[in-house]
T-cell receptor, first 117, second 112 residues
Framework: GEDVEQSLFLSVREGDSSVINCTYT??????LYWYKQEPGAGLQLLTY?????DMKQDQRLTVLLNKKDKHLSLRIADTQTGDSAIYFC?????????????????FGKGTKLSVIP | DGGITQSPKYLFRKEGQNVTLSCEQN?????MYWYRQDPGQGLRLIYY???????QKGDIAEGYSVSREKKESFPLTVTSAQKNPTAFYLC???????????FGPGTRLTVL
């Protein structure tokens, strides 16, 4: 079955860049997502990328996709203490009508980002 | 305000009791989902529903039940058959044809 892998912890100093990495196994993944979860809260969609894109930038966030290696990364520029959270990588398969379960998101276990003041 | 609400935020249950978690959305989303989150784990899908009066099992449906009588509501019942129910439960929803899922704030269930 599909699998999404992330390292569990990352620690950076305030003002530095953070890079959170994710690998996935499903070659039919079409949409790849980054979600942020603050303590005791639900998940907030940060950004997503289509599989036909290599890069997407949104203010301090840059998503890079290497489809050949099935590797996704999220770079946060000028990391702030408010960025401390768990970041989840997730993917869904090809197309919105690919059959039963086509709307299921497969999540990684999450990377806990700690920002040191 | 448009959004997804879950209640209660914290819930305590004695072993052997069924308990129902509420999820409501006023976004007019078609599909709704229930996930379970355990410490250090990703989210695992329990049930999902794409239309009213229809729902499908996810990866870990055993010990849970759902209903979808109204488009805006998707309650989850944790039954006594669920062997390890203590977890953080998250509800999500989206429009059909749009894969971005939006999440509620979650309910933390503790079995005493």
């Amino acid at each position: 079955g599909e699998d999404v892998e992330q390292s569990l912890f990352l620690s950076v100093r305030e003002g530095d860049s953070s890079v959170i990495n994710c690998t996935y196994t499903d070659s039919s993944s079409t949409y790849l997502y980054w979600y942020k979860q603050e303590p005791g809260a639900g998940l907030q969609l940060l950004t997503y990328i289509f599989s036909n894109m290599d890069m997407k930038q949104d203010q301090r966030l840059t998503v890079l996709l290497n489809k050949k290696d099935k590797h996704l990364s999220l770079r946060i520029a000028d990391t702030q203490t408010g960025d401390s959270a768990i970041y989840f990588c997730a993917e869904t398969p090809e197309g919105p009508y690919s059959g039963a379960g086509s709307y299921q998101l497969t999540f990684g276990k999450g990377t806990k980002l700690s920002v040191i003041p | 305000d448009g959004g997804i609400t879950q209640s209660p935020k914290y819930l305590f249950r004695k072993e052997g009791q069924n308990v129902t978690l509420s999820c409501e959305q006023n976004l007019n989303h078609d599909a709704m989902y229930w996930y379970r989150q355990d410490p250090g784990q990703g989210l695992r899908l329990i049930y999902y529903s794409q239309i009213v009066n229809d729902f499908q099992k996810g990866d870990i449906a055993e010990g849970y039940s759902v209903s979808r009588e109204k488009k805006e509501s998707f309650p989850l019942t944790v039954t006594s058959a669920q062997k390890n129910p203590t977890a953080f439960y998250l509800c999500a929803s989206n429009f059909l044809g749009h894969n971005e899922q939006f999440f509620g704030p979650g309910t933390r269930l503790t079995v005493l």
